[in-house]
T-cell receptor
């Protein structure tokens, strides 16, 4: 069983640029959630995708957007990068069997630095 | 508002000491509760989870947690810590109806002196 993978592992961008982060969900999982973990903080929910549709969003501006593909992999896009966007971005996937109680499996994250 | 509070930001213990990390939550309705661990350089891993039933839940690596509904608490315990328990610990909660959105506490850094 393949776990959750994310790419790239590290990324350095300049303020104002755009970035795309990628996530492959664990085999058999059709729900993907994205979280932002700033240094010294707990992860904060950005949004979730279920069967290619956004299914819930946290308190993040519209310049944070996402996609989910038919194979359940997902992308997180951030436009007009700001210095405060520097963080570890985590992807988590979960099983379709009981979404209301399903455990989420986290990937290793992508470390984004905005200069 | 939904929230999870961890009151200990940094805990330092000697090996073999007992551990208790506090966690309080504020969540309307039925709640699922979790403890995650993040070892240095590694990704988040689930230590244990509570969905329903016995309020004392046992997890991996000798950890356990007790759900006390009247106190809105879900404290993590381990009777004897090891140096390898050095990590960041996150308490988290999700609601039954939108369970896939997990709300995390700010984390507790645990340092174990050999």
């Amino acid at each position: 069983e393949t776990g959750v993978t994310q790419s790239p592992t590290h990324l350095i961008k300049t303020r104002g640029q755009q970035v795309t982060l990628r996530c492959s969900s664990q085999s058999g999982h059709n729900t993907v959630s994205w979280y932002q973990q700033a240094l010294g903080q707990g992860p904060q929910f950005i949004f979730q995708y279920y069967r290619e549709e956004e299914n819930g969003r946290g308190n993040f501006p519209p310049r944070f957007s996402g996609l989910q593909f038919p194979n359940y992999s997902s992308e997180l896009n951030v436009n007009a990068l700001e210095l405060d966007d520097s963080a570890l971005y985590l992807c988590a996937s979960s099983s379709p069997l009981d979404r209301s109680r399903s455990e989420q499996y986290f990937g290793p994250g992508t470390r984004l630095t905005v200069t | 508002a939904q929230s999870v509070s961890q009151h200990n930001h940094h805990v330092i213990l000697s090996e073999a000491a007992s551990l208790e990390l506090g966690c309080n939550y504020s969540y309307g309705g039925t709640v699922n509760l979790f403890w995650y661990v993040q070892y240095p350089g590694q990704h988040l891993q689930l230590l244990l989870k509570y969905f329903s039933g016995d309020p004392l839940v046992k997890g991996i690596k000798g950890f356990e947690a007790e759900f006390i509904k009247s106190k809105f608490s879900f404290n993590l315990r381990k009777p004897s810590v090891q140096w390898s328990d050095t990590a960041e610990y996150f308490c988290a909660a999700s609601g039954y109806s939108s369970a896939s959105k997990i709300i995390f506490g700010s984390g507790t850094r645990l340092s174990i002196r050999p």
